[in-house]
Structure formats: C-alpha cells, structure tokens
C-alpha cells in the first residue's frame, strides 16, 4: 500500500461526519501498517473542523494531496493507495 511514499501525513476532524471514513481508516489500519513499517513516518493529524486530506512526500521532497473528505473508509483506502503510486 505504501508503494513510493517516504512520510504520510493524515490530517483530519475528530467530530466532522466529513472525516468518518478517515478516522475508521486510522482505527482499522494504522496499528497494521505501523507494525510491519516500524519506521515508516505515518503521521496523524487531529483538529476541530479541518478538512480531511492526505499528504504523501516522495523522493527529492516532492509532495503530493489527496481530498479524503466525505469518503468512506474503503475509499480512504484506495485514495492512500492511488497517493502512494504516485511518483
């Protein structure tokens, strides 16, 4: 899943029905990804009324967005998925 990414960063609302699918995404997978990337930087950002997004950074700093607002947690899955092919 992780594919060409160096960092992922989540940022996203604790409350915003907007950012559901994002939070259930962190609670199913963030333990997972975390154990057999052990030093991999996944990074989440939690705060009141923000905009669920993902950002990946990439070799040589290049950096890359995602929208994960609204979407379910499957489809924070493969927004992640689609992120990290990028590059």
């Given at each position: 899943?992780?594919?060409?990414?160096?960092?992922?960063?989540v940022?996203?609302?604790?409350?915003?029905?907007?950012?559901?699918?994002?939070?259930?995404?962190?609670?199913?997978?963030?333990?997972?990804?975390?154990?057999?990337?052990?030093?991999?930087?996944?990074?989440?950002?939690?705060?009141?009324?923000?905009?669920?997004?993902?950002?990946?950074?990439?070799?040589?700093?290049?950096?890359?967005?995602?929208?994960?607002?609204?979407?379910?947690?499957?489809?924070?899955?493969?927004?992640?998925?689609?992120?990290?092919?990028?590059?």
């Amino acid at each position: 899943m992780l594919g060409n990414l160096r960092e992922l960063r989540v940022f996203l609302c604790q409350t915003s029905p907007h950012s559901l699918g994002a939070r259930q995404f962190i609670v199913k997978n963030y333990e997972a990804i975390k154990k057999q990337n052990p030093r991999f930087p996944f990074l989440i950002r939690e705060s009141q009324g923000i905009e669920a997004v993902a950002y990946g950074r990439f070799k040589q700093g290049k950096e890359e967005s995602l929208s994960l607002e609204g979407l379910s947690e499957q489809q924070v899955q493969d927004a992640i998925t689609k992120l990290a092919k990028m590059h």
